[in-house]
């Protein structure tokens, strides 16, 4: 069975045939990174824009690479949310328009469990239908979202923590703005902090109870960031920006790099032994970064199943939508007046846990 997947959640355009959920025929991106880099940030009605430019021949080669075509196709899987109205309302209206004409069923997938998914896809599908693999903790974190998500074997769920400010990616792309290394930020770090000496300078560890009082109950599994940046600015304001050396620059970077990747670690080790889980799935964005993958990893339980999405399928992209989408056909009702919502629901069950 193929599935056509469209993303456009953001500032990326993508399209990609899967078939029987898993396997990846094609996964086309079209970046739009240089033109909101001038701004400093994603622009939501320029975003759109570019996505309406990119969406045909975007399709056209998913189609070429994946050697189908449109008659192929059982079933449309867009994004219809959590992202940016005016980027999804692109995506959506065009999948409404090639579904109309084709009478093809459309499903409306939710990005936030499709970057979960995305870790499933291709070879790593088959730890789904193992038994052993649950409790599945996945810690999901982006520009937009940090949260960690226990998974069970009866298909539901429960967000047990997220960020009560801002999410890990929006600290780094912040954190860099601070610090002049231009836009987006995340990658820029990850690259320099190779150079640099993360034990530098120490950054605060925002609620993981490292600073003398006890931390809140409700607080727990949740992330905050806002106060890193404002210890970064202090910083920053300490040394003066315009004296740094090179090497001051490095460690700061490093230093402010590892404050993000440590918390998360710290709090999916503790959620992982909370809730004595068997396995641990990195996806999101920011999980393309290289300390993050090797740091986690390093320290999950030998017991415990490190899954680890593969880059390629990191940052938003329409493979875990078509992959997702397989899933949703038999359980999810196929509207073509599906709409387009910005937030995240609440989230109780994981539709590709198969029944075991």
Avoid: W
């Avoid at 456009?8 to 990609?16: F, L, M, P, R």
């Avoid at 109950?217 to 300490?238: M, P, Q, R, W």
């Avoid at 390093?298 to 415990?304: A, E, G, L, Q, Y």
Wanted: proline share 4%; with cysteine; aromatic share 8%.
């Amino acid at each position: 069975m193929y599935i056509l997947g469209i993303e456009t959640s953001c500032d990326e355009t993508s399209v990609s045939i899967v078939k029987d959920g898993y396997l990846v025929l094609s996964n086309v991106i079209s970046s739009q990174i240089s033109k909101h880099a001038v701004y400093g940030g994603v622009v939501p009605e320029l975003a759109a824009r570019e996505h309406l430019t990119a969406l045909i021949p975007v399709t056209n080669q998913a189609f070429k690479e994946a050697d189908i075509s449109l008659k192929d196709i059982e079933a449309l899987a867009v994004t219809n949310g959590p992202g940016l109205i005016p980027a999804l309302l692109v995506g959506l209206s065009f999948a409404k328009g090639i579904c109309t004409e084709h009478k093809l069923p459309l499903l409306g997938v939710n990005h936030f469990i499709a970057h979960i998914y995305a870790a499933f896809l291709n070879e790593s599908n088959k730890l789904l239908a193992n038994a052993d693999s649950y409790p599945v903790m996945a810690l999901v974190v982006s520009g937009g979202h940090t949260a960690l998500v226990l998974i069970d074997k009866d298909k539901t769920a429960k967000i047990i923590g997220t960020t009560i400010d801002d999410a890990a990616g929006e600290a780094l792309d912040k954190g860099a703005k601070i610090l002049n290394l231009g836009y987006p930020g995340g990658p820029v770090i990850d690259k320099l902090s190779e150079s640099g000496n993360r034990n530098a300078y120490h950054f605060p560890r925002s609620l993981t109870g490292g600073a003398g009082k006890p931390l809140a109950e409700e607080n727990i599994f949740n992330f905050s960031f806002s106060g890193l940046k404002t210890a970064l600015l202090y910083h920053i304001d300490k040394i003066k920006l315009e004296n740094f050396k090179e090497h001051t620059l490095l460690d700061t970077v490093a230093s402010y790099q590892y404050a993000v990747i440590d918390v998360l670690c710290i709090k999916t080790i503790r959620a992982c032994r909370k809730f004595k889980c068997s396995s641990v799935v990195l996806c999101g964005g920011v999980a393309q970064n290289s300390l993050l993958r090797t740091e986690l990893e390093s320290r999950i339980p030998k017991n415990v199943k490190f899954i680890l999405t593969p880059k390629e399928f990191c940052g938003d992209n329409a493979a875990m939508i078509a992959g997702l989408g397989f899933h949703y056909l038999n359980c999810k009702e196929k509207d073509i007046e599906i709409d387009a919502f910005s937030r995240l629901p609440e989230i109780t069950q994981i539709p590709f846990v198969p029944d075991i």
